[in-house]
Each structure stands twice: as structure tokens, then as C-alpha cells.
Nanobody, 126 residues
């Protein structure tokens, strides 16, 4: 499985960006696809996930109401729509998949994801 993330960039606070994650390979084996983010010196944090079976979505409290995760099955692409961006959203964003457990606790856990995209930088200026 290969994931290719894109769409990052520099945006002013209050602005919007849409990240894309193009997937190839046996992605249907993953229970969820997700987005994580990481700032230098810190751990990779969960942002959002989408469950493949029913399309249900899950979000970190810090992005609820501002970010939306979605998918285009025809294009085999995962998206993260980010609105009302804040300087604290600045990070490298990674898409991920390969979760094999249906336990919701795993959706939020970095170690449950077995394949990762290369990351795309999002910088929000104040």
C-alpha cells in the first residue's frame, strides 16, 4: 500500500486548506483511514479518522467543528478539509491506514496504523 499526501501550504489564521491522500494497493483491508499531525519535538497526534464500512467519522476535540474528513471512493482518495485554521494547527500532516481492529480505541492510536504517507507541511500564520 502506498499513500501520497498533498495540499499543504502557508495560510493565514482563519483560512482554509484541503489536504488530499491518494491511495494505491490493498487499502480495502483497513478498517479506518486517518489523519495525524506532528510538530517538531512532539509525538504524532490523532486528528481525524473515517471508518470505511459506514463512513462514520471521528475527530480530535481540538479540530471538531473546523475540520472534515471525507473520501472519494472512485478516486481512492482521502481528504481533510480544514477551516478556521489557527496557528496551533501548524504541523506536518500525515495520512495513514492499515488498522485491522474494529475497536474504536485503536482509531485514535498511532501504533494501530501500519502504513503512512510521507507527510505534508501546513503552516498557519497569525
Amino acid at each position: 500500500v502506498q499513500l501520497q499526501a498533498s495540499g499543504g501550504g502557508l495560510v493565514q489564521a482563519g483560512g482554509s486548506l484541503r489536504l488530499s491522500c491518494a491511495a494505491s494497493g490493498r487499502t480495502f483491508s483497513s478498517v479506518v483511514m486517518g489523519w495525524f499531525r506532528q510538530t517538531p519535538g512532539l509525538e504524532r497526534d490523532f486528528v481525524a479518522a473515517l471508518r470505511r464500512s459506514d463512513g462514520r467519522t471521528f475527530y480530535a476535540d481540538s479540530v471538531k467543528g473546523r475540520f472534515t474528513i471525507s473520501r472519494d471512493n472512485a478516486k481512492n482518495t482521502l481528504y481533510l478539509h480544514m477551516n478556521s485554521l489557527k496557528p496551533e494547527d501548524t504541523a506536518v500532516y500525515y495520512c495513514a491506514g492499515g488498522v485491522t481492529s474494529d475497536s474504536r480505541a485503536y482509531y485514535y492510536t498511532e501504533n494501530a496504523y501500519h502504513y503512512w504517507g510521507q507527510g505534508t507541511q501546513v503552516t498557519v500564520s497569525s
